[in-house]
Every structure is written in C-alpha cells, then in structure tokens.
C-alpha cells in the first residue's frame, strides 16, 4: 500500500471497539518513536549486541521507560516516592539500573519521629544522552504522522482526543501503565497525584501519545471493573480464539503480541480454567488452544462490554465527540492489519535494528502489552 493511500471505510460488521483503534494508534505512533530512538542512540539488545564501535551501552527500552521515568530525573535526581508522585505511575527501577539509565541511593525521609527508607535516583551519564535523544521524539514523530497520513487527519485526531481528555478525571499518567498481576491495567492512586489541579489548557499540550494513552487507559480500567479478564488479555488473546483450536504458535500472528506476553496470558486463562491445551496430530509438536464454555463467554462479553462502554461514553461525554474520536481513528486505523491501516506504513524498522530480524507484524494489537521487560507496546 502506498503510504497516501486510503483504505476503503470499514463497514458496521468490521467496525473495531473504540479500545481496539486507540491502541492500535498508540501502538503504531510508540513502535515508530522506538524506531527513531535506536536509530539515534547509543544501545544494546538482547540478540543484536551494541552499537558497533561503541563501549558500555544502556540495554534498548521503549518510550513507556521515558514518559514514566527518565522524562523526571533532573540534574539533582529525584526521590522515588517522588518519581511515583509526579509520574503517576509506577516503574522498573530495578530494570533500569540494571540496564544501564539510572542509579540508586538509598536515603532516610524522616515521617514525624519515624523515617523510611527511600531511594535517591540519579541519571547516569547513559541515562542523560537517553534523554537528549527521547526529548524531542513525541513532537517529531506526530510531525511525521502529518507530513504522512495528512495535517488535518491528524489535526482532527488530536482535537478529538483532546475533547474527551479534558473531561477525564485528574491524575492519569502520561503513558499506558506497566500491565499488573492478571495484565491489569492500574491508575495510580488519585489522592497521591500531582496533578490534580492539570488546567484544559495543560491537556492541550500533551503529547499524541499521552493523549491516546490516557483515553484508552480509562476505557480499560472501566472494562475491567466489569470483566473477568483484563482487557489486554480479552482483546489480545481470548479475541483471536475459536471453537475449532488456534496453534499457540499462531496466537502471536494473529494477536500482534509477543509470545512472552501469550504465555502470561495462558498462565491466567488455564488457571481460570478459560482455555483447553492439546497436542496437535497435524502439526508435529504444535499445541491447540481452544476456549471452553467460559473462556467463550468471555470472548462474547469483551465484544459486549466494549460496544456498551462506547455507548455510555456518549451518553457521558456527549454523542458528537465519540463519534467525532472514532470518525477520526477509522480512516487511519482501518481494520488494523497491514492489508488495509494506514499505520504501517511508517512501521519499517532501521536497517540493522532489533526488529528488523523479526517476521514483519500482520497486524497491531487491539491493546498494548506493556510489560516490566523494557516497555515495549506489544510485549516484546
């Protein structure tokens, strides 16, 4: 497809739940900033090594390890009691010692005649050229999406989100949550934010992604205080299966997820005793999933639940901005895949990159897998 091109409009039959076109979005609009930060800094991976000629270098995170982190430490550093506080959120500390950004010092913060522990976190010298680089990202690429799929799309897409943004409750973060036990997704607790006095005039400057990310988290959090299952593993997981078995193998294919976050997610579901496993006799050692009585309820009840939680958002934010939010998502969305959404085509990873090695996405997860293991959008 041609990066001008347009899909044809989904008809109703095909229309995605709002959740599912706002994590496709943020996912596209985080894997191309990913892209940009591995082409500009210095780094290591798993599989790929580091930065050829380069000595010591931070291990690759994603732009959740920036909003939620990096984007607070100032010269001075800054506690992590605080860094919860400000950022909203909570982060792999542990994780971002150990790959290199940050280091921490314990310090005692005195509570009236008691004290508690705390630690003082510093930027390392990695951490600091980190972000330079992430700084400018989030402006960069959404100037990207203009210059692509069209200023005033884009244009519309943010004044969309921005029209519900500015009537969710204070104290979101600026990024989707490192998922939970169970793959929830978590607001930080309202009474200990920062941001509770956050002005219209304060939403308007948000990123895209944080834009994205704060509508979306709240859709989530209002699924899962009715569903049994979070909403990453009903989107990404219980969605793709069907009656006649799906290779485990293939669930990743289908789901836009990493296998890493799929067996998480098979964890939950054998627990909760949602799926059935069974050795394939046409596929060698493959293993078939299938969904048992309740795990097919469960896929009925995610389809359910998103379409009704879009309809009371129109009764609560008023029916002309959701649909003015889904108007402008759709036509850049399509159905997600890379046959007919527009989001691929600033998907190609740098030549050499980490995800260049990977089989190319078919298409982007109906929610982000944001796990401890650096923050990527689809678990990886």
């Not at 109703?12 to 500009?40: G, H, K, M, W, Y």
């Not at 939680?309 to 108007?327: I, M, S, T």
Request: net charge positive; hydrophobic share 40%.
């Amino acid at each position: 497809m041609r990066a001008d091109s347009k899909p044809s409009k989904t008809t109703s039959t095909q229309r995605l739940p709002l959740s599912a076109l706002l994590s496709a979005a943020l996912v596209a609009f985080t894997i191309e900033c990913d892209n940009e930060a591995e082409r500009l800094s210095h780094h290591r991976t798993t599989d790929h090594g580091r930065t050829p000629g380069v000595g010591a270098a931070p291990w690759l995170t994603s732009l959740v390890m920036w909003l939620n982190c990096l984007q607070f430490i100032g010269e001075d550093g800054i506690a992590a009691t605080e860094l919860e506080r400000v950022a909203r959120a909570k982060t792999n500390l542990n994780g971002m010692e150990r790959w290199g950004y940050i280091t921490l010092e314990p310090i005692a913060v005195a509570i009236g005649k008691r004290s508690r522990k705390d630690f003082l976190i510093r930027a390392t010298r990695a951490g600091r050229a980190s972000q330079e680089v992430w700084r400018p990202l989030p402006a960069a690429i959404e100037e990207r999406w203009k210059e692509r799929l069209g200023r005033s799309e884009v244009e519309k897409l943010r004044s969309a989100l921005i029209a519900i943004a500015e009537k969710l409750q204070p104290g979101l973060p600026d990024c989707m949550p490192i998922l939970a036990y169970g793959l929830y997704s978590q607001l930080f607790p309202q009474k200990e934010s920062s941001q509770v006095g956050e002005m219209k005039s304060d939403v308007a400057r948000l990123s895209l992604a944080t834009l994205l990310s704060r509508v979306l988290l709240v859709f989530a959090t209002e699924f899962e205080r009715e569903s049994e299952l979070s909403l990453a593993i009903s989107a990404d997981v219980v969605r793709v299966l069907d009656e006649s078995g799906v290779l485990l193998r293939e669930i990743p294919i289908r789901s836009g997820v990493s296998k890493e976050s799929i067996a998480m997610a098979m964890g939950i579901l054998k627990k909760k005793g949602m799926v059935a496993i069974e050795k394939s006799k046409a596929a060698g050692k493959g293993m078939i999933i299938r969904p048992t009585a309740s795990g097919d309820r469960a896929r009925r009840n995610y389809h359910k639940l998103t379409a009704e939680l879009e309809n009371r958002w129109r009764e609560r934010f008023g029916v002309e901005k959701v649909n003015v939010l889904r108007a402008a998502l759709e036509p850049i969305v399509g159905d997600a895949s890379h046959k007919s959404s527009r989001l691929f085509s600033g998907l190609e990873p740098p030549p050499g990159g980490w995800r260049s090695a990977k089989p190319a996405p078919e298409t982007l997860p109906h929610y982000p897998m944001v796990l401890h293991r650096g923050g990527y959008p689809d678990g990886s």
